[in-house]
């Protein structure tokens, strides 16, 4: 089992341009989430999917940022345009929603960085 | 809007038991208790979980006391690689999908 894979691991991005972040989650799972982790604002939900359909996107901080689950094994959070104050590590998350335990398996993160 | 309460930071001798404490004195009934840890430049990893009653697996025991208001982490023999941040999380069981994360335990496991 590969876990959740994210990619990029890393992106140095300058202001203005757009910046598309993928997730592939565990096969199986059911749930999906994308977090972001700052130090001034610690780790923040920022959308939730279930069965490929958003639930729950409140914490999405403006229209600038959209994500998308086309199908269960394939996500995508793009910012566009991408501004200094989105610097951040994001990661995504899965789950099988019903399971015993609903927990969280995070991926190792991409680390943004827009200039 | 915090619903726990933990101690900024924690130092932990290698091989000896670590006990991470954690206040959740407005805990409601269906609300459970998680633990997770995030190695530093990793994604956070689930640890435990309860609801009333005592919890262990391969990883930790969590103790929670009878009126739920507080509850122990506790990592049996702890190891440098046990050195992390932990998050203590209180979870409504009718919104199961939402963690919210604090600002956590730093442990810092010596040799």
């Known amino acids: 089992d590969a876990g959740v894979i994210q990619s990029p691991r890393h992106e140095v991005t300058e202001m203005g341009q757009e910046v598309t972040l993928r997730c592939k989650p565990i096969s199986g799972h059911n749930s999906l989430f994308w977090y972001r982790q700052t130090m001034m604002r610690g780790l923040e939900l920022l959308i939730y999917f279930n069965n490929n359909v958003p639930i729950d996107d409140s914490g999405m901080p403006e229209d600038r940022f959209s994500a998308k689950m086309p199908n269960a094994s394939f996500s995508t959070l793009k910012i566009q345009p991408s501004e200094p104050r989105d610097s951040a590590v994001y990661f995504c998350a899965s789950s099988l929603r019903g399971g015993r335990s609903n927990e969280q398996f995070f991926g190792p993160g991409t680390r943004l960085t827009v200039l | 809007d915090a619903k726990t309460t933990q101690p900024t930071s924690m130092d932990c001798a290698e091989g000896r038991a670590a006990n991470l404490p954690c206040n959740h004195s407005t805990i409601s009934g269906n609300e459970y208790v998680y633990w997770y840890r995030q190695i530093h430049s990793q994604g956070p990893q689930y640890i435990i979980h309860?609801?009333?009653n005592n919890e262990t697996n391969e990883m930790a025991s969590l103790i929670i006391t009878e009126d739920r208001k507080s509850s122990t982490l506790i990592l049996p023999h702890a190891t440098l690689r046990d050195t992390a941040v932990y998050y203590c999380i209180v979870r409504d069981s009718s919104n199961d999908y939402k963690l919210s994360f604090g600002a956590g335990t730093t442990v810092t496991v010596r040799a």
């Open positions: 309860g609801l009333k």
